[in-house]
Structure formats: structure tokens, C-alpha cells
């Protein structure tokens, strides 16, 4: 049985004897009525104290100023439109299950009740504020509710109203979001079933104007059912002007932005709620994976009106328009109370048909149950502002750690191409290398094979010189000898010519053998020392080509390999250093361990048995002092064991040490040359940007000379035809002239009669002044085609050129005098 709530006092002391609540389950009724007075003329005995009410009562039964005329707050600017969504919002908001059980006169006191409180609101609500918030909770009139709603959130007098008529004349980008989303709000309701029907029309224009309104929030889907509530109890104006004042004073706002942060920190607080209060249902959710914002988003962003019933749902505005986000948590905690039994009984899909189907007819009938538990939850402002800071720390951390991980992904994104790179530099200096090498070893056995031709081609020319040397003294000593035989040939001048003559043509022939051979001598001579000069060419070249290869800074990768080299050797130095020192070691301890065996050796073949005397006992005080002697060389060559053990370990740590510094010294190495080519890269970069800068300046002086040229060869192209014209016209003169002459021919053709032969003489005369004309003219037509044809208008010439010869043809046969062999030449006369 649902409990009793406290009844209900009156707004004055007058009043206390009838005050009482009136109400009775008046949520608990949810008939199709909803309080629809047929007889508006009934409402004059419920207010007996208001003398006013005669006269403000109008025909429409739905009206609500008429309960309100004497109010000066409400008749300033709540005057309500007599629409018709005020009617279906009246008939289609309740459920079929409802009871019919209200009397009349219960009835009558309620709406007496309310109709002096907000004829005095402003008064009353500053007074007994207390009192007036306990109505609300306790739920309020469905007629009252599009005059009482404005004025709990302050809306009757927002300057909203006066900016609507503006904001529906506007465009919104939102607009087709908007008339999208109109068909899915409250798609079974009379008032917004019809499409472009009235109630679409007052949604679509509120939430558009809205979206204008407020621009950083725009249009979100959720907040259309809000809207939707709305209207169905008021105007368009005052359903905008409410919406603005839930957006901007309820926390409604940072709900609905695009981050919708404020809507996780709601969830994240109705969660450790729930673990605080209900913690067995906390721990099933946890276990199946059932989130907070599987169910609950839609309680946050739409105040309950798509899980609970339009009844209900009013109730719900009701009391957050007193209450604000606090009643959405203590509802949210009640329903889950309420279905804890169920919900811990099922998985999550029953637990989504649970909240979708179950919970509305559950809390339709007889809603006062629900709102008396969720008024009796434990919520407290101090753990709602401690979990909002854990939320926003959370969230910080969140941000910080994803910023993190996004820093981290572009280094690794950043590394891996440094790397790639690298990798690939490195394949291509590793094969410019190997490339190098090649060509060093190509360049040194041409070098090798071109300095053994040089040292033949020497020989060559020291063979050769010793043979001109040799040819030289011969030619002297044959000298010396014909000179010799000159002067005896001089001392005897008895010696016949033919003698002399055969003398003579010896020397003759040996002189030109001599000079044969000199001849092909300096020849050969002339070729070794250009091939010496060629071979010294060649050699310097390539000496010149090692130089520069040995002065040449290397490359990376021969860089890394002389690194490497200097590491290892580096290594190998301090790998010998330490053996050279571990040697004597080992020699000393491979004496002692030779000398500790030959002590025990000797200890062996000493004899076991001996007699029992005086020495017989110093033996054994003997035996006992070796032995003790040989356990602390034992333990001395452990101990020199142990210590040769950690020598060794500390080398090679030694070793590994140094071989991790050449290892970084060699990555510093690396990068340091990097750096270096990523700057030479870059300022190759910006000298190819000038370059590139330059030669677009190029190709713009280009373009402007190419524009002049154009200009001017147009200007070239007007004078020529100029020209043309002026020589057209020249030639029509001269056709003119030539027309003249025509008639005058034939004019004297006509009327004069040659009678005389002596006249012949001027014919001949006349036909020589005509072919002078034919000449002039063909010479005038001559120059008009070059002067065509150098201007460059080959068509034109080509056109002039194709019409001349006809009328060249014509003139000529104008000019052509006809005279017949049956007339006379006569009567020619100028």
C-alpha cells in the first residue's frame, strides 16, 4: 500500500479549517480528463474570495489565465494561447489504467489552493518558500503547469521571449538534424503523431531557435523531449524561454555540449552512489558488464521522459524545476531500489528489457511511492563535490596520459622514419663504398699497368737514344772519311771525271741513307716522347685522383668501419695488456701448485708404522705441523684461486666498459654526422627554393617579353594591313584610270573612222602607251605581294595573289584594243 503523504495547509491563517490537501492520490489518478471542466461557470464556487474571477473567466475551459486574473505578475506577460496543444497534451498525457475516484469537491480546494497562489506568487514565494516547495514535490495541477513552471525557473520575465520571433525568422545549420529527429520525439503522442502537423512545427521551431540561441551547445537529440514536455503545457515563446533558463540554471547545458563531459561526471557520481547505497546491485552489474550508461545516459538527458510516462514525467519537472540535478539522482537511486529484487536476478539483455519495458508500467498507476523513496535516499552534497573532484583529477590524469601515449606514438612514429632512413642511407653509403673500393682497385691496376709501359717506353727511348747516339758518331766518322777522301781526291787531280762522278754519287746515296735514317730516328724519337707525355698525363691524373680520394672527408659508413676498426683494436690492446699481466700469474701460481705436489708426494712415501718411542711421538708432532702446513698452502692457493678468478672477472668487466663507451662514443660519432647532413640537406633545400624562386621570376620576365613580342607583332600585323589597303586603293585608282581609258577607246571607236594609213603610226603609238600601262601595273602588283608576303600575311597574299590574275585578266582584256581587219585605223586622236 503506497503511504500517505502529509496533507496540505493553506496559503493564509483563514484557511486552516478547510486546508487540507484535497489532492488524494491526485497523481495516482491519470484519467483521460486531467481536470478538463466542462462548465467553466463551476469554477465561481470554488473561489468565492475572488470577485475578480467573474469577469476573467473566459469560454475556453482551457485557459489558465482565467484562474489567475487578478494576479499582477501573471497578467503582465502569461497570457496563454487557447491552441489546440494545450487539448491533446490534456487528453493524451495520462494512462488507461487510471482510477476516476477524485470528488468534486477535493477538486475545487486544489484549484483553489493553487489558483490563490499564483495569483500572489511573488509575494507567497518569498514568504513561505519552504511551503510552496513542499506543493511542488508533492506535484502540481496539470493545468497549472504552463503558468507555474516559468515562473519556478524565472522565466516569465526572461528576455528570451522578445528574441524568439527573431530566432525563428533565422537559418540554422542544424535544421536538418532538427526536422530529422522531429518523427522520433514522442512519435505516438496525438500532438506530434501528424507529420508537419502543428506540434512538429512548435518543436522544430523552438529547437531551432534554440540552436541560434546558443551555438556552442547547437541542437542535441535528448534535449528535444524536453522541449516536447514543454509545449505541451505552454506556448512556443514561454516553452523557449523555459528551455534557456533549464540550459543556463540547471546544469542542463554542460549536459548537452559536444564533449558532454558534464553528462560522465553525472554518471561517474550516480555510480559510487550506487556502490555506496546498493552495493549488492553495484557488484551485479560490475559482474555482468553493465555500465552506468546503459540505462542511465537517458535519465540525464531527457529528465526521465523516455523511461517513465508522460504523467510521470511531468511529475518529474515538477520537482527539478525546486530540486534541480539532486531529484534525478535520488529518482534514479529509488527505481533501482525499487527493482533490485528483479535486476539481480537477471542478465544484462533481461536488465535493458527490464528498464525499457517494466519500470514504466511499474510507476504509471501510483507514482507518489516512487517520489516518497526517492526523497528518503541518504544523497549528500559533500560526496557529490568529493566525486566530482576524484572525476576530474581522473579525467586530468586521463588527458595527461593520452597526450603522453600520443607524444610517445609521434616519437615512435618519428624514430621508426629516422630510422628507415638511416637504414636506407646506410645500404646506399655501404654500396657507394663498395663501389668506391671497386673503382680504387680498377684505378690502381690501370695505374700499375700503366706505369710498367712507361718503364718499357723508357727503356724504349734509352734503347733509341743510344742508337741516334751510335748513328750520330757513324755519320761524323763517314764525314771524316769523305772528308778525308775530298782532300786526297784534291791532292790528286790526275783522277778521271768518271771516278769522281761515281765518288760523287756514293757520297750522294750515302748522305741520303744518312739522312734516311735521322729522319725515321727523330720520327721515332717524336712518338716515344708523345707517348712519354701521354704516359705522364695519365700517371698524374691518376695521382691526382688518389690524392683527392685520400684528402676527401669519408662517408658515413667508412667513418663507422674506421670507428669500429679503432674500437676492436682498442680491445685487442687491453685484451693483450691484461693477458700479459694474467701470464706471470699463472707461471707463479703453476710453481706453487708443482711445489704443494711435490710436498705431497713426498708426505706420501714417508712410512705409516713406527715404534712407539719419544720418537715415534715427535714424528707425530712432526706430521702434525705439515699437515697444518699444507692445509694453509691449500687455503693459500684457494685464496690465490679466488683472487685470480675476480682478476679475470674485474678484465673483463674492464673490457666490457670499454667496449660500451667506444660503442657510445661511435653513436655520438653517428649522430653528430647526421645532424651534419640533415643540415647540409637542409641548405641544399633552401638553395633549390632560391633556385626554384629564380626561375619563376625567369618565366615571368619571359611571359611579359612574350606579351610585348605579341603586342608588337600585332601592331606590325594593323600596319601591314594598312599598307594592304593603301595599295588596294592604288590599284583601284589605277583600274579607274585604266576604265577611263577603256571608254575613251571606245569612244573613238565609235564616232571617229580611220581614213588615213599615214594615222598608223599613231596606233602604233597608242599600243606602246598601253603596254607601258600593262608593265606598271604588273609591277605594282609584284611589290603589293612582297610587301604582303614580308609582313607575313601569307593568306592575305595567297587571297590576293588567287584574285589578281582573274582581274589582271579582265583589265588586260579592257586594255586590249579590238580592231577588227574589216575597220579602218582611223579617227584616233588624243
Not at 117 to 130: E, G, M
Not at 327 to 339: D, K, P
Not at 538 to 545: A, G, K, S, T
Request: a negative charge.
Amino acid at each position: 500500500m503506497a503511504p500517505v503523504l502529509p496533507d496540505l495547509c493553506e496559503l493564509d491563517s483563514s484557511s486552516d479549517d478547510d486546508g487540507t490537501d484535497g489532492r488524494e492520490g491526485d497523481d495516482c489518478d491519470t484519467g483521460e480528463d486531467y481536470f478538463v471542466f466542462h462548465n467553466p461557470l463551476s469554477l465561481l464556487a470554488v473561489v468565492p474570495d475572488v470577485v475578480d474571477f467573474e469577469r476573467m473567466i473566459e469560454l475556453d475551459s482551457k485557459s489558465l489565465n482565467s484562474l489567475a486574473g487578478t494576479g499582477t505578475s501573471i497578467a503582465s506577460g502569461h497570457s496563454r494561447k487557447s491552441s489546440d496543444a494545450s487539448q491533446i497534451s490534456l487528453n493524451s498525457g495520462s494512462s488507461a489504467n487510471s482510477q476516476e475516484a477524485r470528488s468534486d469537491d477535493n477538486e475545487e480546494d486544489q484549484w483553489s489552493l493553487w489558483g490563490r497562489l499564483v495569483a500572489d506568487w511573488s509575494n507567497t514565494y518569498k514568504k513561505r518558500n519552504a511551503y510552496v516547495k513542499d506543493l511542488v514535490r508533492k506535484g502540481i495541477p496539470h493545468h497549472f503547469r504552463g503558468v507555474v513552471w516559468p515562473l519556478l525557473c524565472g522565466a516569465h520575465d526572461s528576455p528570451a521571449k522578445s528574441q524568439y520571433a527573431e530566432y525563428i525568422k533565422a537559418t540554422s545549420a542544424c535544421e536538418k538534424v532538427i526536422r530529422r529527429d522531429i518523427a522520433r520525439t514522442y512519435p505516438e503522442h496525438d500532438f506530434f503523431k501528424e507529420k508537419d502537423g502543428l506540434g512538429q512545427e512548435s518543436l522544430f521551431n523552438v529547437m531551432k531557435a534554440y540552436s541560434l540561441h546558443d551555438r556552442e551547445v547547437g541542437y542535441c537529440q535528448g534535449s528535444a523531449f524536453i522541449v516536447g514536455i514543454l509545449l505541451m503545457q505552454m506556448p512556443e515563446e514561454e516553452a523557449f524561454a523555459v528551455v534557456v533558463k533549464l540550459m543556463q540554471e540547471y546544469r542542463l547545458r554542460e549536459i548537452f555540449k559536444p564533449s558532454m563531459a558534464e553528462l560522465g561526471l553525472v554518471l561517474y557520481q550516480l555510480k559510487n552512489l550506487v556502490e555506496e547505497l546498493l552495493p549488492d546491485l553495484h557488484a551485479h552489474f560490475l559482474s555482468q558488464s553493465f555500465d552506468t550508461s546503459m540505462y542511465a545516459s537517458s535519465w540525464f538527458l531527457t529528465l526521465f521522459s523516455t523511461t517513465l510516462t508522460l504523467s510521470v514525467a511531468c511529475r518529474v519537472m515538477d520537482a527539478f524545476l525546486i530540486d534541480g540535478m539532486e531529484i534525478i539522482f535520488r529518482l534514479a537511486v529509488a527505481i533501482l531500489n525499487f527493482g533490485k529484487e528483479d535486476l539481480l536476478s537477471q542478465d544484462m539483455e533481461g536488465m535493458l528489457k527490464y528498464f525499457q519495458k517494466e519500470v514504466p508500467a511499474r510507476f504509471d498507476p501510483c507514482p507518489d511511492p516512487l517520489f516518497v523513496a526517492a526523497y528518503n535516499v541518504k544523497y549528500s552534497a559533500k560526496r557529490m563535490k568529493k566525486w566530482e573532484k576524484e572525476y576530474t583529477a581522473l579525467k586530468t590524469k586521463e588527458q595527461e596520459d593520452q597526450e603522453e601515449v600520443r607524444r610517445l606514438r609521434a616519437e615512435n612514429r618519428m624514430l621508426r622514419q629516422k630510422v628507415s632512413m638511416l637504414e636506407t642511407e646506410s645500404s646506399e653509403l655501404a654500396e657507394r663504398l663498395v663501389r668506391g673500393q671497386v673503382s680504387r682497385a680498377d684505378q690502381e691496376e690501370t695505374t700499375f699497368h700503366l706505369k710498367r709501359e712507361l718503364e718499357a717506353s723508357r727503356q724504349r727511348d734509352a734503347e733509341n737514344t743510344a742508337h741516334l747516339r751510335e748513328l750520330q758518331q757513324r755519320l761524323k766518322h763517314m764525314e771524316q772519311e769523305n772528308y778525308s777522301r775530298q782532300s786526297s781526291l784534291e791532292m790528286e787531280p790526275t783522277t778521271s771525271p768518271s771516278l769522281q762522278a761515281e765518288l760523287l754519287k756514293q757520297k750522294e746515296e750515302l748522305i741520303q741513307c744518312l739522312q734516311e735514317q735521322l729522319i725515321g730516328g727523330r720520327l721515332r724519337q717524336a712518338e716515344m716522347d708523345s707517348m712519354i707525355r701521354d704516359m705522364k698525363n695519365q700517371l698524374h691524373e691518376h695521382e691526382e685522383d688518389k690524392k683527392r680520394l685520400r684528402e676527401a672527408t669519408p662517408d658515413n659508413v667508412v667513418l663507422a668501419l674506421q670507428e669500429e676498426l679503432i674500437a676492436v683494436k682498442l680491445r685487442e690492446a687491453e685484451a693483450t695488456l691484461a693477458l700479459k699481466e694474467l701470464r706471470p700469474k699463472i707461471s707463479e701460481l703453476s710453481s706453487q701448485w708443482l711445489r704443494h705436489l711435490q710436498e705431497e708426494h713426498t708426505t706420501e712415501n714417508q712410512p705409516t708404522s713406527l715404534e712407539s718411542t719419544p720418537k715415534k711421538l715427535l714424528f707425530w708432532e712432526n706430521n702434525r705441523s705439515s699437515s697444518s702446513a699444507g692445509n694453509k698452502s691449500d687455503e693459500l692457493m684457494t685464496i690465490r684461486l679466488r683472487e685470480m678468478e675476480a682478476v679475470t672477472e674485474l678484465r673483463e668487466l674492464r673490457l666490457r666498459l670499454m667496449e660500451l663507451e667506444t660503442q657510445n662514443q661511435v653513436l655520438s660519432n653517428q649522430l653528430k654526422r647526421q645532424d651534419d647532413e640533415i643540415k647540409t640537406l637542409v641548405s641544399k633545400t633552401e638553395a633549390s627554393e632560391r633556385l626554384d624562386k629564380e626561375h619563376q621570376s625567369k618565366i615571368k620576365e619571359h611571359e611579359r617579353k612574350y606579351a610585348d613580342l605579341e603586342a608588337k607583332m600585332r601592331e606590325d600585323s594593323m600596319l601591314a594591313r594598312i599598307h594592304d589597303a593603301e595599295h588596294s586603293q592604288h590599284v583601284a585608282e589605277l583600274s579607274q584610270k585604266i576604265s577611263q581609258l577603256e571608254m575613251k577607246n571606245e569612244q573613238m571607236l565609235t564616232e571617229g573612222e580611220l581614213s588615213m594609213v599615214e594615222d598608223s603610226d599613231r596606233v602604233r603609238e597608242l599600243q606602246d602607251r598601253i603596254g607601258d600601262l600593262k608593265a606598271e601595273i604588273q609591277r605594282l602588283e609584284h611589290v603589293n605581294r612582297k610587301l604582303g608576303g614580308t609582313n607575313g600575311f601569307s593568306k592575305l597574299a595567297h587571297q590576293q595573289e588567287v584574285s589578281d590574275p582573274s582581274d589582271d585578266d579582265e583589265d588586260m582584256s579592257k586594255l586590249e584594243l579590238r580592231f577588227s581587219p574589216r575597220t579602218s585605223v582611223e579617227n584616233l586622236t588624243s
